[in-house]
Nanobody, 124 residues
Framework: VQLQASGGGLVQAGGSLRLSCAAS????????MGWFRQAPGKEREFVAG????????RYEDSVKGRFTISRDNAKNMVYLQMNSLKPEDTAVYYC??????????????????WGQGTQVTVSS
């Protein structure tokens, strides 16, 4: 499966962005999906994940209540709605497909397919 992330940009603190991840090659419904991010000088970290059918989600503690992950399997799309953005959210954001499941994993080692990343910059 090939993944293409988009929707990043520059936004002021308190603003919102919606990231999109388009999949091709296979039906997206086959995979639990996740969003990860990597800030300069830091390790890549889990942000949010969603089960195959979209009924179960997981979030990293710092984004709970601000970010929402969703998916539209009919369109082969996954989204990350990011509200109340903070400067510490600045990073390159990646979408990823997890082989196996059904539990949504938080370790990037469980994800086999990755998009190219989209830059999110939050100014203070």
């Amino acid at each position: 499966v090939q993944l293409q992330a988009s929707g990043g940009g520059l936004v002021q603190a308190g603003g919102s962005l919606r990231l999109s991840c388009a999949a091709s090659g296979r039906f997206l419904s086959t995979y639990p999906m996740g969003w990860f991010r990597q800030a300069p000088g830091k390790e890549r970290e889990f942000v949010a994940g969603i089960s195959r059918g979209g009924h179960n989600t997981r979030y990293e503690d710092s984004v709970k209540g601000r970010f929402t992950i969703s998916r539209d399997n009919a369109k082969n799309m996954v989204y990350l709605q990011m509200n109340s953005l903070k400067p510490e959210d600045t990073a390159v954001y990646y979408c990823a497909a997890q082989r196996g499941g059904p539990t949504v994993g938080t370790s990037d080692a469980r994800y086999d397919y990755w998009g190219q990343g989209t830059q999110v910059t939050v100014s203070s």
